[in-house]
């Protein structure tokens, strides 16, 4: 699974994969710089967005966004304040390669409030502006949703 699904509060959805998104963040690093004990290649997760934001918004201006909100191929999530985001980075390789296990991308949250928030299998990253702005903290979990369909059966 290569896919990563973008949503933005402003612009709407996107598609995008690892490899794209660390040829837009431009510098990568090795993810140990940030996160002791860690392996393999990152990009800041900062210089992604600004460089995102700015290819896909061209002259317009986008308020900044309060929360990022990262969903994992296994139903973990993770909401987090964008203020926890200063160090994060997006872990995409090891050795050259896409990540095995951990893949499409994992992020790292080295000053955020918990180790939980290094999501792993991320699948879908959405990018959030609310009034709460600021005062919220960040939390973490298996995603309790159920269709139809999975409700009756359990019934
Ligand atoms: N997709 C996914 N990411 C996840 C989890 C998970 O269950 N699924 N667990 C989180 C929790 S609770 C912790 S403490 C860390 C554990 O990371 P580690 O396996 O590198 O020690 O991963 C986080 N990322
Ligand atoms: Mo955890």
Same mark, same amino acid.
Not at 27 to 33: D, E, G, L, N, R
Not at 81 to 86: K, M
């Given at each position: 699974m290569h896919e990563i699904k973008i949503e933005h509060f402003e612009l709407g959805a996107f598609t995008t994969s690892p490899e794209e998104m660390a040829i837009l963040a431009g *510098? !990568?690093?090795?993810?140990?710089?940030r996160v002791p004990g860690a392996v393999g290649e990152a990009f800041d997760w900062q210089?992604?967005?600004?460089a995102w934001i700015e290819k *896909? !918004?061209?002259a317009d201006a986008i308020p900044a966004p309060s929360e990022l909100t990262v969903e994992a191929a296994d139903t973990f999530e993770a909401f987090i304040?964008?203020?926890?985001?200063?160090e994060a980075a997006v872990l995409y390789g090891q050795n050259g390669e896409p990540l095995q296990k951990t893949g499409p991308i994992r992020l790292?949250?080295?000053n955020g409030s918990s180790k939980c928030l290094n999501v792993k299998s991320i699948v879908k990253l959405r990018i959030g502006h609310n009034a709460a702005n600021g005062t919220e903290e960040a939390t973490y979990g298996f995603?309790?949703?159920f269709?139809?369909?999975e409700l009756r059966k359990n019934k």
């Open positions: *510098v !990568s690093f090795p993810i140990a710089h210089l992604w967005y600004s *896909v !918004s061209g304040p964008w203020d926890q985001l200063g790292y949250v080295p995603k309790h949703t269709s139809a369909d």
